[in-house]
Each structure stands twice: as C-alpha cells, then as structure tokens.
C-alpha cells in the first residue's frame, strides 16, 4: 500500500488523479476482509458510499466492491470466504 501526496498540485484547479479504472487501465486496489459483507454493505449504502459491485451483482457474491471520494476501488471480501469454482487461478 502506498499513499502519495502530489506536492504542488494543491492549487492546480486541472490536477486530476487517474485512478487506473479507465484507459489506461494499470493501477490494482485495495481489499479488506470482513466479517459480515451483507451488513458491512448495508451501512456503507446507508452513509452514501457509491458501489462499482454489489455482493449481489455478478457471479461473485462474496465480495464488493466500493469507491473512494477519488474513484479507487477498494474491495470487501468476506472473511473465510473461498473462490474454488468461480475462478480459474483458485
């Protein structure tokens, strides 16, 4: 995990950050494991939080994902979760 501050770009009103999600796509994300994505959801939606992916959309129910305040998508994996069957690395 790296956190950068762009010095000098405080004032720059065109800086913008390129979160890696679009062309060109390059940068990874985040993930934090737990312990109950359905809940943990729920009050992220409740407070506003977008969602990129709902644990209820896609074959993949046991994560998430949503966006920071700059577009980075940070994944929610349900803790003892396994992926055997619904990906090929696994």
Do not use: W
């Not at 994996?77 to 690395?89: D, K, L, P, V, W």
């Amino acid at each position: 995990l790296e956190l950068t501050h762009n010095h000098g770009t405080e004032k720059d009103d065109q800086f913008n950050v390129h979160t890696g999600n679009s062309d060109p796509v390059g940068f990874g994300h985040i993930g934090f494991l737990v312990d109950d994505l359905v809940r943990t959801c729920d009050e992220m939606e409740k407070r506003g939080v977008p969602f990129h992916k709902r644990p209820n959309e896609g074959n993949m129910s046991q994560i998430a994902f949503v966006l920071d305040p700059n577009g980075y998508r940070i994944e929610l994996i349900q803790r003892g979760c396994t992926f055997a069957g619904t990906c090929s690395n696994f």
